[in-house]
């Protein structure tokens, strides 16, 4: 009993190794997709050389997103190993692809007025990395919900993430809308604690949007409401927790006055701010 209770360990481990494996493989793979969509970024030069930590927060950001999408072809029940590494092969791959091409749009929608290379790359600029951290991330949140359903198929995924991009695409206009300050011209001024707080925004809709688009979809007239309800919350969630930022968390002073109207704008009154976001996103999608 001990002896088979040991094989049985070892096999688990092995076959978790292999797993770990496969995981880095794509890993690397999504590390050099993102070099060729974002071509111009030299990874080595920007972090060895220039010590540039816009691109690192940028990177970074990256990162993690790529290993949402990762993790979600790695979810569910295991059918075999054969069957899952191809099953990891298959969405990890469509993943890395939609990833990319999530960044790339969201980068022209979100932050239009900027050209991201010359504000990462050229200016260095910590609060446009943040942003595109947040991106990064966020795009990788709502396709880890996505790939990691059950009742996946191909056009489900693209329609989805179709979807979900563009609500947070719109999401992000509405935060714009709702600070009494204008987004792109405090970023263009290399305020990084403005890049802080729409970070924190962006992460806290995608995380809504993950919630809204993995559950069973039982009819796409269903599924339709279901967005549509978590849409209106991630709408109403912006100017509600920055109200609650302003009045209960940082009560005896302006939130406004501390990230625009300092100086040094206080990034730490941002990351309380960004906090709040995304603090108030997980209480609803546990709560839901």
């Known amino acids: 009993m001990v002896l088979n209770n040991i094989l049985l360990d070892l096999d688990n481990v092995l076959v978790g190794l292999i797993y770990i494996l496969a995981s880095f493989l794509f890993f690397a793979i999504g ?7 974002h071509k ?15 691109f690192a927060i940028a990177q970074a950001g990256y990162y993690v997103g790529l290993l949402l999408v990762i993790g979600s072809a790695l979810k569910g029940e295991s059918n075999g190993l054969i069957n899952d590494l191809i099953q990891l092969g298959i969405y990890a791959t469509l993943g890395i692809v939609l990833l990319n091409i999530g960044m790339v749009i969201s980068d022209k929608l979100v932050l239009p007025n900027f050209k991201m290379k010359k504000e990462i790359v050229d200016d260095q600029n910590a609060g446009v990395g943040a942003v595109e951290a947040a991106i990064a991330i966020g795009t ?12 996946i198929d191909f056009a ?13 695409v719109l999401t992000s206009k509405v935060y714009n809308w709702i600070t009494p300050y204008n987004i792109h011209e405090h970023l263009e001024k290399d305020n990084v604690a403005v890049g802080v707080g729409f970070a924190g925004a962006l992460l806290a809709v995608a995380n809504i949007l993950r919630f809204a688009v993995s559950g069973e979809i039982e009819s796409w007239h269903d599924f339709g409401l279901v967005i549509v309800f ?5 709408l109403a969630i912006l100017p509600i927790t920055r109200f609650i930022t302003d009045k209960i968390l940082l009560p005896k002073r302006s939130l406004t006055d501390e990230i625009i109207n300092q100086d040094h704008p206080n990034v730490g009154a941002a990351l309380i701010e960004a906090f ?9 999608t546990w709560c839901l």
């Open 156 to 168: 489900i995924v693209l329609m989805d993430f179709t979807i979900a991009q563009l609500i947070f």
């Open 31 to 37: 590390k050099y997709a993102y070099k060729v969509v």
């Open 140 to 151: 990788g949140l709502i396709l880890h919900g996505i790939i990691s359903a059950d009742h």
């Open 230 to 234: 978590d849409v209106l919350i991630a």
């Open 40 to 54: 111009g970024f030299d990874a080595d030069h920007e972090l060895v050389e220039k010590d540039n930590f816009a």
């Open 276 to 284: 709040a976001y995304i603090g108030g996103s997980m209480l609803i």
